[in-house]
């Protein structure tokens, strides 16, 4: 039974996938590690739904249109499809077209899942690294090392858990710490990924350095709870 590809969201049309490493340390450290969550449902998504595309410019008729789209849909698929077309030839020469391809087989909202809970979420995050670094363009040592560099990362980000038992720090400041550290793990990941959707779009969309209006109320309210956070744990033992 053949399968429809999804439409692309419209943002797609406008910016870059590629999102600045900084961006998730800070919204990392702000949502107290909500929001790793949805980056990872967000980037698989991503690669799920362009190697969908993809496929369907790969072999025409192995995936079925999709007969509800929009005009303005239809545009911007389109312009997808013809970017998936010229990206191809590029990830060819490359070598990582059969990785990429193969992604349309992911199952996103399995892997998050698995990536919620914990100690499991490190083989989540090792199995999507690993595809970051067979991603990489002209970085043949990386893809070579793909399953070191994804174990080593992976290992880093699940054993920060231990600078939760620091014991010169309060709690609050032990988990922002925690949060800190395991986003700088994260935005590694991201900075791979970014050097792959450089090349898939050939360098042609403006890649966003400010937050989005969702982006500055996450930052706005986790500021505030976490200042309050710390106040509170400070102010409370001193109370009689």
Known sequence: MVKEVKTAPKQAERDSRQIPAWHIVVLSVVTLGIYNLYWFYKTLSQLKTAAQIALEVENPGAVAPNTNESESDRAVMDELRNEARTALSRLSRDGSKEVFLAMHKWPVGMYTLLFAIPMVNLLALMRLVNQFCLLQPG???????????????????????????????????????????????????????????????????LVRQAFNPLEILLIVLGASFIGLLVVSLDVLPKLP
Not at 173 to 184: D, E, P
Request: hydrophobic residues 50%.
């Open 139 to 205: 970085r043949k040592e990386i893809r070579e090392n793909s399953r070191f560099l994804a174990f080593a990362l992976s290992l880093g980000f699940g054993a920060s858990v231990l600078l939760l038992k620091l014991p010169f720090l309060a709690v609050q400041y032990k988990l922002i710490t925690y949060f800190a550290v395991t986003s700088l793990f994260l935005s590694v990941a991201q900075s791979w990924l970014n050097q792959y959707w450089k090349v898939y779009e050939a360098d042609k969309l």
